[in-house]
């Protein structure tokens, strides 16, 4: 069930919270007891066949722990038990991810394959997989310590995260799950939880779900519209995609949130980066940590001790050589982003996108380290045109990412830059796709006074965490509109509150999916 | 400084200290009394709301303001009260739509009603319309069981094919032990009739009310509720495949041919670029009394799924007519 659904809001979620209420009654035990039975529903209620696979991963990865945990004193044993847990993991993952888009791919080339039918894809695989891997990395390092079954299934399995992350760290969750700290439901977390998911809510339905039909209207077919309308269409998604999932991490921080359970913050207002680096982190921050703490350091660490090896230095002043910031900078950037885009789907579009921001972070890697006065010169590009560079790349990307093929998407920026004819949204042969509760978008002024109010609010405003009184000290302050704005738990943010779920609660049986769902 | 002024301030400084103790406490219970009314007040919101669309759902207001005819329509058979048809009609909105009673009493001599509603009511209330016919009325001599082809078997689960209309004839003419129990079984299709009912109200503001005639328009046609709508240019590519169900159909004719009616069970006919035609003629022998047909496109509008022209309107109530004059063994007046 979605999170904006009215199964979830009306009857899942307080049946939980009754149920956690009373399960505090009777000891922390029975507290993770009924959080993980509630998880584990929840995930089943989307296809009951697959909580097999969850429960599956959830066992063997268990059994891989023990193993990892009991050869602590011996590294060979233990990073034998590494890889073949690894190994594992990526086989499934690639088995529900890859294998039948792959065989697909090799039938429309015209190459000859046994008849398979395809599996559909476990809703959220990726990140329970990923989740784990991790945390036995973490293991067999030393860096984590062995869980008992129960704590570990809550890691796992926690609802608000369990479908489309934050990606969390076992390092931030496990004390959180420690007995001595659960005290049952807190009022204090409880309002803070509901406000953090109310706003969340709203961006997911009041906005995301009503630029969605935009963008499909013109994904759908994508050679058929005119330069304006592919514009309308680019632009749509850019919000509908930030909105969706910004929206459901701050549903997910909610939720966990109600439960006294602080999740990482996922999205700092990434629209506003000035460049690609600072972009990346803003945006589906806790991937980038995970991608950089498992796949960009370590693929560092193998180069740097080559470079050793050989005698090569590997210092700062080393990337500043051509040879020395291929090695150092550049092949481990585009190595991290082109599995990235591998990660998000088994698509050449998929490949490229990752290779595309690959490519932009090595050229901002680049400017940093080999324009000798950075400063002087980037007080010559005032931030808006910053902000403004930086966001054409993004949205290059995300056309990449959104459409069906690198074909379709090569015809979206083809229409962008009016190398094909088309007609207007309201004439696209896609506008039945467009539901009544978006109809009013169809019209390009309603659309373009949409845009304006979409850029205020991405630009212009404070981000959820930062009305929640909630943003990490390390993020900082920045140009915004009503800077003051700050949530407390007062009649006026309850009016808010009540006004806005009646917003979205008008619009909820037209509620949409998840775009992140089959990750 | 002496001693006195001292203890005067050690004294004053305890009373300070005391005042401290006593007035935290008393802000930290305000505190937590407002975190607490702020969670209640979240937290009631969205079952008041639910509330307030179940209660505005059903006022004369929000029907007349809906825009929807088939709403200010639906539950014609509860308004037959000794009609006594001799035909009676039940079936889906290609029945309702699809089925002129003048055309069939002009073809047969026989009163003919059409009680047919959208699917949805079948699929939320099962047969309760023909029941509901059946308590204030005679058995006919014949019904006339109509649906579309992927409708002659049971619904598994509640699709969103009309289930606003039916759920509010649920709540406003069917408001009993038995409604409660149906929507506490679909709760979140319950939750979302009353977002769409907030949503149609809100709208209602905005769009004028439906003229009284539009409330006679079934009475005025024995119940059939002739549809406007521009002809159909091409067919949909979605494909309805729902294998009929032989208990299904067995058990319309052994119920309701319990009174010594006749029981006609048909498939409303397709447009010929209909994708499923194939899949549903090929079933052998038909589970119906007639076999699934293909009309031309002019037959039907757009209006629905297999709604009829005036055309296919004239077309299938003169097969209908045929077949109650062939079952009742009838010279036909026409």
């Known amino acids: ?519 | 400084m002496s001693v006195a002024d001292n203890s005067a301030t050690a004294d004053n400084r305890a009373a300070c200290s005391d005042a401290d103790s006593s007035e935290a406490p008393a802000a930290a219970a305000l505190s937590q009394s407002r975190l607490v009314a702020y969670c209640a007040a979240l937290g009631a919101a969205p079952f008041l709301l639910v509330l307030l669309g179940f209660l505005i759902a059903p006022t004369s207001w929000a029907v007349r303001h809906s825009g929807n005819t088939y709403l200010a329509n639906v539950g014609y058979a509860t308004k037959l009260k000794n009609a006594n048809c001799d035909v009676v009609i039940y079936g889906d909105s290609s029945a309702m739509v699809g089925l002129d009673p003048a055309i069939i009493r002009q073809r047969t001599g026989l009163s003919t009603c059409n009680i047919a509603e959208f699917a949805g009511m079948t699929m939320v209330s099962g047969l309760l319309i023909p029941e509901l016919y059946l308590r204030n009325n005679r058995a006919p001599k014949i019904w006339v069981f109509d649906f579309a082809p992927e409708n002659l078997a049971p619904f598994a689960k509640w699709e969103t094919v009309g289930r606003y209309e039916a759920i509010l004839f649920r709540i406003r003419d069917r408001r009993d032990l038995s409604t409660a129990l149906l929507l506490a079984e679909h709760p979140a299709e319950a939750i979302n009739f009353s977002a769409l009912a907030l949503r149609l109200a809100l709208q209602g503001f905005l769009r004028p009310a439906l003229p009284a005639s539009t409330f006679a328009i079934r009475s005025e046609h024995d119940g059939y509720l002739p549809v406007p709508g521009a002809r159909l240019k091409a067919c949909s590519p979605e494909r309805r495949e729902r294998p009929s169900d032989p208990d299904y159909i067995q058990f319309l004719r052994s119920r309701f041919g319990a009174d010594g009616a006749q029981v006609l069970v048909d498939t409303t006919p397709v447009p010929a670029c209909e994708p499923t035609f194939d899949f549903y003629a090929k079933a052998n022998p038909a589970p119906t009394d007639n076999r699934i047909e293909a009309y031309q496109l002019e037959d039907f509008t757009g209006s629905g799924r297999l709604h009829m022209s005036p055309s296919g309107v004239a077309k299938f109530s003169n097969l209908v007519s045929d077949q109650i004059v062939a079952r009742l063994k009838i010279a036909a007046t026409q």
């Open chain 1, 1 to 519: 069930m979605l999170f904006s659904s009215a199964a979830f809001i009306f009857v899942f979620l307080p049946v939980v919270l009754l149920g956690y209420h009373l399960a505090s009654k009777m000891g922390s035990r029975v507290e993770f007891v009924w959080l993980a039975a509630a998880s584990l529903f929840f995930y089943g209620y989307w296809d009951a066949r697959y909580l097999f696979v969850l429960v599956g991963s959830i066992l063997v990865n268990f059994l891989f722990a023990g193993k990892i945990a009991a050869a602590s004193g011996d590294e060979r044993r233990a990073s034998a038990w590494l890889i073949a847990a690894v190994a594992a993991n990526i086989l499934l993952l690639v088995w529900y991810k890859y294998f039948f888009p792959t065989v697909g791919f090799l039938q429309s080339i015209g190459l000859q394959t046994p008849d398979w039918v395809a599996v559909a894809l476990p809703l959220g695989i990726s990140f329970f997989t990923f989740t784990q891997i991790a945390y036995l990395v973490d293991l067999s390092q030393g860096a984590a310590a062995k869980q008992g079954i129960i704590s570990y299934v809550l890691f796992v399995t926690f609802f608000p995260h369990l479908i489309a992350g934050p990606i969390i760290h076992h390092s931030e969750m496990m004390p959180q799950f420690d007995a001595r700290q659960r005290k049952g439901l807190q009022a204090d977390d409880m309002a803070l939880g509901m406000t953090w998911f109310i706003l969340g809510l709203s961006k997911k339905v009041l906005l995301a779900d009503r630029l969605g039909p935009l963008s499909d209207s013109l994904y759908a077919q994508p050679a058929a519209l005119d330069p304006v309308a592919t514009l309308i269409g680019v632009l749509a998604y850019a919000f509908q995609l930030y909105f969706d999932f910004s929206g459901y991490s701050d549903m997910a921080l909610g939720l966990a949130r109600m439960f006294s359970i602080k999740f990482p913050v996922n999205f700092n207002s990434p629209y506003k980066a000035r460049n690609i680096i600072d972009f990346w982190s803003r945006w589906h921050m806790t991937l980038t940590r995970y991608l950089t703490a498992y796949l960009y350091n370590p693929i560092s660490l193998y180069i740097n001790r080559r470079r050793m090896a050989l005698g090569k230095k590997i210092s700062k002043r080393a990337t500043r050589t051509l040879e020395g910031f291929a090695e150092l900078v550049a092949f481990p950037t585009l190595a991290t982003m082109f599995l990235a885009g591998i990660w998000h789907g088994a698509g050449l579009q998929f490949i490229v996108f990752g290779l595309l921001h690959g490519f932009y972070l090595t050229l901002n890697h680049a400017w940093r380290i080999f324009t000798p006065d950075r400063p002087k010169l980037q007080r010559l590009m005032p931030w808006p045109v910053a902000m403004a560079l930086t966001g054409v790349g993004v949205v290059v990307g995300q056309v990449f990412f959104r459409a069906s093929s690198v074909g379709d998407a090569m015809t979206v920026l083809g229409g962008l830059l009016h190398l094909h004819g088309g007609v207007s949204m309201a004439e696209g042969p896609a506008v039945g796709l467009v539901p009544s509760t978006s109809g009013f978008l169809m019209n390009p002024i309603h659309a373009v006074a949409a845009f304006v109010l979409c850029f205020v609010i991405v630009l212009g405003l404070p981000n959820t965490q930062e009305i929640l009184g909630e943003a990490p000290r390390e993020s900082g302050s920045e140009r915004t509109l009503l800077k003051r704005l700050a949530w407390a738990p007062n009649f006026a943010s309850a009016t808010i509150m009540i006004a806005l779920f009646a917003g979205c609660f008008l619009l909820l049986d037209a509620s949409t999916s998840f775009l992140y769902f089959q990750f």
